[in-house]
């Protein structure tokens, strides 16, 4: 099987909720002028995540709160000018986000910083909220899950969370310092807080091979899932590969998704730094066609039939 038929291939027909492709400011390397990179890639994309990273993330922490308040109303004016689906990917590099510290100050700083980030993202006319859980710092599941659990009940008694789903990011395989939780122990986060879980794509298949393991775990996980992270990746080594350079069965794994329930954005998010950031959208940009070809082709043989 070629590269692109291991791409577009799907066992069964593609759903109709097949997962609208997005576009990440990370990939961009998060850049300062916040606004102007939403802004930027909206050219291509119907769908854009901001993540507050690198440059992106001084400027938003530099800010005070009422000039956050202003971005947040100037992005929301635009996104919704434009018709532009917004979700928010909040900071996680560092201490000061570790969810599931057992130090109740450090864990209190990422309980500030995560609220801030939903309070801005909700502002900003945000669908989804995305967060890493922090750093497993050798302790077992069941505690960092307690942490976690805990850290998330204070944010949302703190802010207001109607109408933006705020949602737990899956850890990968090969990356030792990161907690990585079972399905049940998303399930089991989803019951005790009742926010979701974003799906980072490459996690769960650098953990699990593409075959009945991987699909049982979608069938489970897709129904509290707001949100969806995709890159390519060979076999389950852990990579962020642009769309096409890798051999997993992306359109499959997505329909997957959307069959069992999934309604959201697939956002083309992270990169390795041997590929260029214009090569990353070049081959997101080939991929969104790809599947707009593919939708277009079942709504002709539903209309023909």
Known sequence: MSTQETLFHIDG????NFPLISFSTNVYDNPADILGSITDLSRHFKAVEFEIGEDAETVFWSLGVEERSELARQVRAFTEQNGITLTVHAGWWGRQYNLCSPDPVERGQAVDCLSAAVDFSRQAGATSVTFHPGYKDQLENTELLDNLIVAINEVKQRVDT???DLCLENMGGQRPKFPVFSVGEHLRFHRETGCFVTIDVTHLCSLMPYGESLFQAIAELAPVTRHLHIADLNDTHHQ????????????DVLNRFAVNGYRGVAVVEEFIPRFSTEYYLEKALAYKDGVEDLLAGARQSAHAG
């Not at 027909?13 to 109709?16: M, V």
């Open 162 to 164: 109607r109408g933006i």
């Open 240 to 251: 962020h590969l642009p769309i096409g350079e890798g051999n997993l069965r992306l359109s």
């Open 13 to 16: 027909p593609i759903s109709p």
